[in-house]
Every structure is written in structure tokens, then in C-alpha cells.
């Protein structure tokens, strides 16, 4: 390290600045059509290859810009949207501090072509690493295009960290999709390897903006938010309870026109939501605040993402406020409806189903079939009426109440394990705890009879996935799904991901896909809310290695029975057998305790029938 102190060179300070404001291809896409919104554009191609790190070029009918000042608008803090400090206490445009194009040209090879309604010609200029190399006049639209080339070509360390072309394909999809949404008056289009990925009209309303890029499941569940309060206006869409994600990325908010992060405002949308979701299930909300711009400070971060509120805590309670006033005022009971599926197995004719799904029969039955990998994976001893049908103990129901001398022994199958003792029922508590005892050994044990289902299901699960033997079942109408922009490219580039699970998945279309089958341990769960469940893992995983597929399959316990369902005796004879043969059955696969275990000596203690 050089002791002395020294001013740097400016291409050094270009570099240092672009590593700000320039982290990806994402956050060029992101300054560019900021610009091409401030320029009063109301047409916006944008044309990505390689996950924009072999071309960007974003093409709008803005005013362009004039020829003289062309040069200048590359120099670090160069800026037409204010002219002093005072301005930046009233900022109306997206951008403003004038380092997008110093910052992207530093990194890039640029290219530049622009022209004004008052010129009788345009302008193209040429920059390699911020310096011009080239410009003349050309003829073209009035408008402007910016290509982008050979991404931080004299920065390789920050090209190694870059992801990988789908993802940083996403994510341009993403941060589209959220700028296409911050002014319906543009249309826009996105190409991605010269694919039209996205297109949405100009001139219309936020709700058909919203149409346009999510799914049909998305847009009937939306209910409208509008509140005005204090100069503080809160406009836009929330979805009842029919429809909630996994994560947050489907909440999605504007401040002043300006597309915005911030996770207070995640936590005040989940606030209006509380009691009313599952846990960690998310609402997807598209709103719009407006507030007066000195109440704001947009002068947080290089990337402009984040801001500042001057009264967070009101602002944060109006928009609570204002998501229970919608969810108050309007039908938000959740429905439920039953998925018609196919098995694809049998075990015999006369076991054949004759409820009111439809059901279609196997053409043949094969050695090493779907019925022998059952029958292998559970205890060979079942009789007819015991099937297991793996995401719901479906066993022949009695009215008969629990034997409280029932014993089940795990000893019988040489694949048991020793980790639980002989026991026997002693009865069920609150319809959710199984109460033990073990003569033996002189120990009171309780059983949480979901952790204990949710553990067997995932141990199948994997088992089948680890063997290449997923079980499936087949829909007697294909599955069609309506998805947005993003979810349609993430579904389609990952459908090998989803085969591996046993989600046999086709395109359908525009923005649709057709889901053929789906593995037996889902078979009545509801398909939309599991493949959701599945994209969303996938969408916010940085790789697809076992560790994906691990955490995906932890999903299989969506189905396993519940606190508070009424089990019978044979059924809680089956669970306990099937818990003792699974590898670890002492915990769920989310890592909360199955089994409790008290000695007698322990409950003496508290009974204080020994005395310490």
C-alpha cells in the first residue's frame, strides 16, 4: 500500500462510481428506461441477449437530445432534471444526479444514437470505457437508442460475479415488469434473445397494466385501495385471501411515480394482512403513495431504489390503514375448490375409487411398476382396507373409538429403526397429541401427530426423487395456469427442475402453462397453491443443486394431517408404524420435535413423589 496520499486518475474515479450506481445488467435496464420515462417517451423497446451481458439496447420515441449536448450528457454529473441543490427537495423526475451514462459507458462499449424534433438529423457517437472514439450525424427517428456491449469488459472481477444468463435474464424481466407498472401511458416491450418476452399497451389503467403482466389467478383475487389522508394519497390493488406467494416479491409500490424498495412498507402491508394468511404467505399488492416531495428524500442511494420518509411511522400507518379498510369493505372469504386428478395406479380392481373424481384407467401394469414401489417403501403386512396413500391417511374409517391397549410394535419389519421403543396408545389429546407408554422401558411418550405425518411424507418424497421413482398422477384435464412475464420465463427455464419433482410441465401459450401430472403426495392438495409454492423456491434459490430439491420437497407436507384432525384407531396405528421406519423420526423436516419423551421417574418428580 502506497503510504502517500494522491488524487486518482479519472478513470479510476469513473470505475469506483459505475460500481455504485452499475451493479448488473438489471440496474442499465433500470437507469435507461428511467431516462427514456423522464424524456416523456410513451414507447420503450428494450432488447437483451445473454442476460444483457453480450447487448442492451433500449430504444424510446422521446424528445432526444440535442447535439451539442450529446457529449456532455456522458460526463459525471452532467443532468438537465435540476440545476442546484435546492431542486433536490422537489424532484419530479426519476433520475437526477446525471451518473447513469458516465457510470455505464466507464464499463461498457457504448453506442449512441439520438436525435430532437428540431434537427434535421441525428447524431450517433461511439465511447469505449467513457471515452468517445467516434461521432456523426446519421439519419434516424426522433428518439433515442443506447447499445450496450461487452458488459464491464475492463472490469473482469466485477463480470465473474455476475449470475448466470437466465438469472440476470430474470431479473431484467423483473425489474421490467415493476417500471412497466410506474406509468401506464407507456407501452412497452421487452426481446430477449430474440424473443418478445413482454409487451404492454399505453394509454390504459393501472388494472390493465396489471392484466397485462400477471396471471388471471393474480388479477380476480385484486381488490381496489383508495385512501387520502393528511396530503397523503394511497391508491391501487391488494388481493383478497384466495391468493398469497411465498415471498414478497408480488408486493410492489410506487412513491411519487418512483419504482421503490422499502421493508417497512413490506411490514405495514403484512400487518393489514395479519391472522388472515398462513404463516410466511404473502399478499400481492400493487400501490401507488403519493406524498409531497419535500416530505420525501430521494437522495438515499446511488441507485435511487431507496427513500427516506420525513413521518415514516404515519406513513406506515396510513397504508395499513388503508389495506384494512379495502379488506374490510369487501368479500374476502377464501374458497376452496378440488382439484379432478388421474392415479395412475391401482391395487386392485375392486379397490377402484368411487367418489366423484373422474378416473382413468392404466393401459398396463408392469413389473417394478408404481403399485411395487409402493408396496416397498410401506410394510408389507398391510391389508387391504390399510393403503397408504401417501398425502393423507386414507384408511378404512370406523366410528369405533380409540382401543386405549392398542400395542403397535416397529420390531416386525427388518427395516425399522431402534429409536422408538415398543408403545402402546393410551389415548389422544386435543385431537393432536398421541399419548404413549412404553411398559418397557417406563417412559410416557407424546406424539405430534402432524410433525410425525410431515416427516413420513418427506422422507417418501425424497426416498422416490434419490431413486428416480417419482409416483405421479396424471389430471383428467390438464392443469392451465395464467402466469405473469416473469413467472412464465422462470417456469419454462426450470421445467427439467420441476420433471425431477414429478411436475410434467408444458407451454401453453402465451404467458400459460399445461401441467400433465403431478406426484401422488400432492394429489388433493390444491395444485395452484404447491406449484406457486415451488416457483417461488425456485425464484429466490441461487442454484438448482440438492439443496434446492431438498428445500422443495420440504413442501411435501402440505397434505399431512393436521392439529386437530380426528384420527381412528387404525389410522393411528399406521402413522406410528411408518414414523418408526423413517430414518430420523424424532423431528419434522422443518426441524421442530415429533416426539416428546418423559421418564417416570421425571413425572414422580413433579409429583414429588421422590424428593431431590
Do not use: W
Not at 153 to 167: D, E
Not at 508 to 530: D, H, K, L, Y
Request: aromatic share 8%; with cysteine; glycine share 4%.
Amino acid at each position: 500500500m502506497n503510504k502517500n496520499i494522491q488524487l486518482l486518475d479519472n478513470s479510476t474515479i469513473n470505475k469506483i462510481a459505475a460500481g455504485e450506481v452499475i451493479e448488473n445488467p438489471r440496474s442499465i435496464v433500470k437507469e435507461l428506461i428511467e431516462n427514456s420515462i423522464d424524456a416523456n417517451a410513451n414507447e420503450i423497446i428494450i432488447e437483451i441477449k445473454d442476460g444483457g451481458k453480450k447487448l442492451i439496447r433500449v430504444t424510446d420515441n422521446g424528445i432526444g437530445i440535442e447535439k451539442n449536448d450529446v457529449e456532455l450528457a456522458f460526463k459525471r454529473h452532467s443532468t438537465s432534471k435540476i440545476k442546484d441543490a435546492e431542486d433536490l427537495n422537489y424532484v419530479h423526475t426519476l433520475g437526477f444526479r446525471g451518473e447513469a451514462l458516465a457510470s455505464i459507458a466507464a464499463i461498457s462499449s457504448l453506442e449512441i444514437i439520438t436525435k430532437t424534433s428540431d434537427d434535421d438529423s441525428g447524431i450517433r457517437m461511439i465511447l469505449e470505457g467513457g471515452k468517445v472514439i467516434s461521432k456523426e450525424d446519421i439519419g434516424c427517428p426522433v428518439g433515442t437508442t443506447i447499445i450496450i456491449s461487452d458488459l464491464f469488459y475492463n472490469v473482469p472481477a466485477r463480470r465473474k460475479f455476475l449470475k448466470s444468463n437466465n438469472r440476470e435474464s430474470a431479473n431484467i424481466n423483473e425489474m421490467v415488469t415493476n417500471l412497466s407498472l410506474c406509468t401506464h401511458k407507456v407501452s412497452f416491450k421487452l426481446i430477449n434473445n430474440c424473443n418478445i418476452i413482454l409487451k404492454t399497451p399505453k394509454n390504459t389503467t393501472f388494472f390493465n397494466s396489471i392484466a397485462s403482466l400477471y396471471g388471471k389467478d393474480l388479477c380476480n383475487s385484486l381488490i381496489n385501495v383508495n385512501f387520502i389522508k393528511d396530503e397523503i394519497e394511497i391508491k391501487g390493488y391488494t388481493t383478497n385471501l384466495n391468493y398469497y406467494r411465498g415471498s414478497r416479491k408480488y408486493q410492489i409500490f410506487f412513491v411519487n411515480g418512483r419504482y421503490i424498495k422499502n421493508k417497512q412498507i413490506n411490514f405495514a402491508i403484512e400487518n393489514a394482512y395479519k391472522t388472515l394468511l398462513p404463516i410466511n404467505k404473502h399478499a400481492a399488492c400493487f400501490l401507488k403513495i403519493a406524498i409531497p416531495t419535500e416530505s420525501v428524500d430521494v437522495n438515499v442511494h446511488p441507485a435511487k431504489t431507496e427513500i427516506r420518509f420525513n413521518n415514516e411511522d404515519i406513513v406506515m400507518k396510513y397504508i395499513t390503514e388503508s389495506i384494512s379498510i379495502s379488506l374490510n369493505s369487501n368479500n374476502i372469504i377464501k374458497e376452496v375448490k378440488k382439484e379432478t386428478i388421474i392415479p395412475t395406479i391401482k391395487k386392485k380392481p375392486k379397490n377402484k375409487c368411487i367418489n366423484n373424481n373422474i378416473f382413468k384407467e392404466p393401459d398396463v401394469v408392469r413389473e417394478n411398476s408404481v403399485v411395487s414401489k409402493i408396496n416397498n417403501i410401506f410394510d408389507d403386512n398391510l391389508n387391504e382396507n390399510n393403503i397408504y396413500h401417501s398425502n393423507k391417511i386414507d384408511y378404512n374409517k370406523s366410528n369405533e373409538p380409540i382401543n386405549v391397549q392398542q400395542t403397535i410394535k416397529d420390531v416386525s419389519n427388518k427395516n425399522c429403526n431402534s429409536k422408538i421403543p415398543e408403545l402402546n396408545i393410551i389415548g389422544v389429546l386435543f385431537n393432536t397429541y398421541i399419548l404413549c407408554e412404553s411398559y418397557e422401558h417406563k417412559e410416557f411418550y407424546i406424539i405430534d401427530q402432524h410433525a410425525a405425518h410431515e416427516r413420513i411424507n418427506y422422507e417418501k418424497f425424497m426416498n422416490q426423487i434419490n431413486n428416480k421413482k417419482i409416483v405421479s398422477q396424471e389430471f383428467v384435464i390438464p392443469k392451465i395456469i395464467n402466469l405473469s412475464h416473469e413467472d412464465f420465463y422462470v417456469t419454462i427455464s426450470n421445467r427439467e427442475v420441476f420433471a425431477t419433482l414429478g411436475f410434467i410441465i408444458e407451454n401453453f401459450g402465451v404467458n400459460s402453462i399445461m401441467i400433465r401430472s403431478i406426484p401422488v403426495i400432492f394429489a388433493e392438495a390444491n395444485v395452484n397453491e404447491i406449484f406457486y409454492n415451488l416457483l417461488d423456491i425456485i425464484k429466490n434459490s441461487s442454484n438448482k443443486n440438492e439443496f434446492l430439491i431438498n428445500k422443495i420437497v420440504k413442501h411435501a407436507c402440505v397434505k399431512s394431517v393436521k392439529a386437530g384432525d380426528k384420527l381412528h384407531q387404525q389410522e393411528l396405528k399406521k402413522l406410528l408404524s411408518d414414523l418408526s421406519k423413517t430414518s430420523n423420526p424424532l423431528t419434522c423436516p422443518h426441524g421442530r420435535p415429533v416426539i416428546i419423551k418423559l421418564t417416570k421417574y421425571e413425572i414422580e418428580k413433579m409429583f414429588e413423589r421422590i424428593q431431590n
